[in-house]
């Protein structure tokens, strides 16, 4: 089990190779929203994502002679930036599978940090079939993007600091896809801010969380949103986390997530990409909730294609 | 002429009213630029411009009894805004002349604050005639966007802050339109970090400024540029500043202005105007210069029309 001690070490251990982001407020969202919203901007993260923290974290964990055949994995975008990014800054090769309909922004991101990409298809047999495949060959170090500890406990580092910086949210909001995000923060919460309850947004057409919450075992992601951060599966390491403390999963629609990402590119001058926008989304959703409330939202990224997000836009 | 302490007790005032806007780095940005680049981000201030400062600062000083009849003034946008926020805020009335040509979103920017529009044809004289006939109405106190040392010497609390966070940088750019942050820049550094130079971005198609700094006199600008923000000319209170301080003025075409504003956009995830992008743009043509350098940069504000901001980045 992932310990407070666990997350406080992760912190210190990443601190050198990851921004401590800023918390960001804007009045005219809160007008909107009707109650005081404190943004954790992980878009304005490494790699433009809250997934620099738990790949760096995981990379760093390696034993050093194990290390150096190198670090893969599959992932449909800001983790495979993440792994490539932290293998180049600790001097390794880093192995990279990714769909073949991955947005090209992504593709180039892993490039850019020296990062060899295996494309497949898009789907998780592919992946995985793939991945084996590249693992047998180099000997390196598989990091899923969420269902491995140490990247789970690296993603608690976004909450633990905004906990540091406001210490009395009534909510504290996370998107969830394969929950390695969400589990950090639901154990920061438990450890640092236990009566900050955790809520979680999730995209209609990918909501295998609400309903793996709902019958208590892990059910099959559809793939029906624009989130494509947000598709996958969660995973055996990360739904008992979740549903075990979990306050509850807000679903949203494609059309509730594009009006979310435009008040905050529009308000708040930050790029965020659709999944992003996802518990944002959900809060405007179910404002009575929230009324009068101090909620923390994680910006959990801001890699999108510009040419596409004004596609979004255009009504 | 503004003091040290002048702009001490500014900052000390406008605090609660401004945001303590956060210092971003991107690893990306500095290989590209061949530079480290410390990018103060006042586009994700209140208002989504440093004008917030400026305007807070000076509608602060005017004394209660005159201040209950309001606030005026003429501008094409971000000080329009700014100065409806400080009425709100004051509990006064704004009274804002713009021109007719200005962008949506900087219309509806004043109106959501509660400031009352003059629209008047897009040129100096009938704004300043229309301003006239407002004032001479209500009585309210002009505070102009850029002439007013009051003004200036709130914009000059964006460096502060900068320098306070980073205090050996070699360079600091700010854009120069009329003049107001240009010179609030020059006066922090002269006061707080007097070994840092400063350096203005101008639009070549409005380089009124770097005309005026050649023949000696205040040359008027033409308005041939996307970057709205940078239209007007020098003031007789900011260029004697800028006259005796500045480093030199590097001018920038409309094209190399999109490529850096795109840059900011897609590497940093923020949403910056082509006003905003012009140091950013200056820099990256004249890499040589700053090759190895610590260069802050005031990024100025982000209040953009997605959908114009959009089209500009489709080649």
């Known amino acids: 089990m992932i310990t407070k001690h666990d997350i406080e070490q992760a912190h210190e251990r990443i601190r050198p190779h990851v921004h401590r ?9 809160n007008d909107i929203a009707g109650c005081s919203i404190y943004f954790k901007c992980e878009n304005l993260q490494n790699v433009g994502a809250f997934k620099a923290r738990g790949a ?73 079939t793939t991945l084996a495949e590249v693992i047998a060959k180099t000997g390196a170090t598989e990091i899923h993007p969420f269902n491995n500890y ?10 633990k600091e905004l906990f540091e910086e406001v210490n009395d949210l009534d909510y504290i909001m996370a998107p969830v896809g ?39 075992k892990i059910e099959l992601s559809q793939s029906n949103t624009i989130a494509d951060g947000l598709l996958t599966t969660l995973g055996d390491k990360t739904f008992p986390i979740i549903k075990e403390n979990v306050d509850r999963v807000i679903t949203v629609t494609d059309a509730e997530i594009v009006e979310a990402m435009r008040l905050i590119w529009e308000r708040m001058k930050m790029i965020i990409e659709p999944s992003c926008a996802v ?24 890699n999108v294609d510009l040419e596409k997000a004004l596609k979004l836009f255009i009504k």
């Open 21 to 29: 982001t800023p918390v960001q407020t804007s009045h005219s969202i």
């Open 56 to 128: 760096m974290n995981a990379a760093m964990q390696i034993p050093a002679d194990q290390r150096s055949k190198g670090i893969a994995t599959h992932s449909s975008g800001n983790h495979a930036q993440a792994i490539a990014r932290a293998a180049k800054i600790l001097g390794i090769p880093a192995y990279i599978v990714m769909p073949n309909n991955a947005p090209l922004i992504k593709k180039e991101g892993v490039k850019g940090y020296g990062g060899q990409i295996f494309e497949c298809e898009p789907n998780l047999k592919a992946r995985e």
């Open 150 to 159: 140490h990247v789970m406990t690296g993603q608690a580092t976004a909450a």
């Open 178 to 216: 394969g929950g390695g995000l969400l589990s950090g923060t639901l154990l920061a919460a438990k450890y640092f801010n236990p009566k900050t309850k955790v809520i979680a947004g999730e995209p209609a057409g990918a909501d295998d969380a609400f309903r793996s919450l709902q019958s208590g």
């Open 279 to 302: 518990p944002f989304a959900g809060l405007l959703k179910e404002k009575p909730a929230f009324a009068g409330k101090k909620v923390g939202i994680i910006l959990s990224g801001g």
